[in-house]
């Protein structure tokens, strides 16, 4: 059973990684992957409750697609997903958010919004070579003209997250 769904997965993230470049790669290999991902990570008991919610700091293009994407989507058939739009990482201190995805044009932002969520289950997405291994802990990639995404493993743990073995499988493991 655990093989079949490893390779569900593979299939899956292999011909969501080919549609995405097919399509320039404009977020949609990320809104489709970041959805994917409340599958395979666990969240403390306290963020199992209430909405699911998904951040982007700034405008971009991923916001709308996000919440196209996520429109009446529930995380484990539960918690509504909510996507919401931060302009400044400080507005993160007194927020619940689940993941926030920082694009490539606010890459600079990475360290005050880990400082913002210090110690809290908040799952940090980046899009720029090396963020991963300054604290990221998803970080999507090109590798072989293809997009992927590492785990900074070390980082998923002291956030108190849980990664599935499914989902390590299929991704660049940084440490």
């Known amino acids: ?18 549609y995405a470049q097919a ?9 489709i992957f970041i959805y994917n991902f409340t599958k395979y990570i666990v969240w403390p008991s306290d963020y199992q409750q209430g909405d699911f919610v998904i951040g982007v ?5 991923l916001t709308n697609q ?16 909510v996507v919401k739009q931060f302009d400044s990482p400080n507005d993160l201190r007194n927020e619940k958010v689940h993941m926030f995805f920082i694009p490539y044009s606010k890459s600079g932002y990475l360290k005050y ?5 210090d110690g809290k289950p908040t799952l940090i997405i980046t899009e ?17 003209g293809r997009w992927t995404f590492e785990i900074n493993e070390e980082a ?20």
Request: proline letters at 2%; glycine letters at 8%; hydrophobic letters at 45%.
């Open 1 to 18: 059973m655990k093989t079949i769904r490893l390779l569900c997965l593979s299939v899956v993230m292999v011909f969501f990684a080919q």
């Open 23 to 31: 399509q320039g790669g404009d977020y949609k290999f990320h809104n």
């Open 113 to 117: 919004v880990q400082e913002a969520v």
């Open 128 to 144: 720029k070579n090396g963020l991963a291994l300054q604290g990221s802990m998803i970080n999507f990639v090109v590798r072989n």
């Open 66 to 81: 996000l919440i196209y994407w996520t429109e009446k989507k529930k995380v484990r058939g539960v918690q509504p997903i």
């Open 156 to 175: 998923t743990e002291r956030a108190g997250l849980k990664v599935s073995s499914e989902l390590l499988r299929v991704a660049i493991r940084v440490r």
């Open 57 to 61: 700091l700034g405008a971009s293009p």
